[in-house]
């Protein structure tokens, strides 16, 4: 089962400060570019796993989506997800993705955002999405970039001349690792981009997308402490279509 | 134009010590698993692009290819394929990747190991591999995995508890690397995965495979000196399919 950290008081607490809990899509950075990996979302039925604290799913059902249903394992998220509720055509449900049971061919768009990263049997959870989509259904999904998972230490180290380099290990050894971040013990499993894109290709989805994300040159100027992800990005994020 | 560093001679005397030019195909540890991806060739037309020595031509003209084009910018290697040849339906070509030109609609496989970071243009080089291909046709092919091109300093680096990290930066800064391996100043290009699938399937190809090649623990167990691998990839390896 995979740790549901997110109702850790004391990460909750932290994660709520962060710019994409307090301003939604707009404090993401990498949003720009998932935006764009999303089909034109009118009339669309729309799953997102891991939704947090709603802000994809509000902003699905403001571009016409016909349903949207989140889902998250947190009651710490999804109180405040049904707190910032509108009346948009979106239903929220609590339950455990590794667990959960989806309903069959009923959705045109599975989003994923940072998610998937924490899931243990993500081939199980995919092979759900591949039947929870309808033909030609799509899934967009972003994860922490694999070479940000998998070092023994990851802590940027300072080098003799000033650079900061990422110390990279233990790439090709897949499994969890625990770091301290917002809360001490939390529990990612890390992959590598090979094991991401066998899975999704073994799910039966063509492979439309993959990027790596890291700030622009002109979102490093602005932001500094973004910087660094120039070096090595953040994120990966992946999109994949199934046949008509 | 890409560098011939092949034909610089104390390049290639340091590359004709390798494992991989003396023992061929069986002394690239990466092998079994390229194999793994290469289709059936009995009956097909093959192209091999940076063919070296030769090994994969001679290999795919013993599997039944009915003919088998190696192409190659230098004249140092494609001497010494010529030296190996035993008649087989191989015919040797010197060409800059660059610049060459290639029939059409002619082939059904394209491989290519390691030789495409080399390549300054490889958004034309794989247009003009899509139209040398026949509907149908695959692409196999591999790089030198994208962390181990990206560093300012591409040296392992000792931590105090004695661990080897790859220091990795500029990941996100594609573009020329220059590097001293076998002689100095040898010149490579770098790209981001995210960049090297975009221009897979920016060229019409549907993505099959996509390998980070590192050591297994056995060959690890084998041969100390690949161990390094499982901490940080050594190769991409790449699989394509056009449309039928």
Chains 1, 2 share one sequence.
Not at 58 to 63: D, I, K, V
Not at 96 to 109: M, S
Not at 110 to 137: C, F, M, N, Q, T
Not at 160 to 188: C, F, H, M, N, Q
Request: proline share 6%; aromatic share 10%; glycine share 10%.
């Amino acid at each position: 089962m995979t740790q549901n950290i997110y109702d850790d008081d004391t990460f909750f607490a932290g994660y709520g400060q962060l710019d994409r809990s307090r301003l939604g899509l707009d404090g993401a950075p990498e949003w720009p570019t998932l935006r764009a990996m999303l089909p034109d979302l009118a009339g669309k039925r729309v799953l997102d796993l891991g939704c947090g604290f709603g802000w994809f799913c509000r902003w699905a059902a403001e571009q016409g989506a016909e349903r949207v249903l989140g889902i998250d394992v947190s009651a710490n998220m999804l109180a405040r997800a049904q707190s910032m509720a509108k009346g948009e055509a979106v239903v929220y449900l609590r339950a455990d993705l590794e667990a959960v049971t989806l309903p069959r061919g009923a959705f045109d768009l599975v989003y994923s955002s940072l998610a998937l990263h924490y899931i243990v049997d993500l081939e199980g959870l995919l092979a759900k999405v591949r039947r929870a989509l309808k033909p030609g259904g799509v899934l967009v999904c972003s994860v922490e970039h694999p070479t940000m998972t998998a070092p023994t230490e990851p802590e940027w180290v300072k080098r003799p001349d000033g650079r900061s380099v990422w110390p990279l290990d233990r790439y090709l050894a897949e499994g969890e690792r625990v770091t301290d971040w917002l809360a001490p013990g939390v529990i990612k499993q890390h992959r590598t981009i090979e094991t991401y894109v066998a899975l999704l290709l073994g799910a039966g989805f063509r492979l439309t997308d993959l990027r790596e994300w890291g700030p622009s040159l002109e979102q490093s100027a602005e932001r500094p402490d973004f910087a660094l992800g120039r070096e090595r990005p953040f994120f990966m994020l992946l999109g994949g279509r199934l046949e008509d």
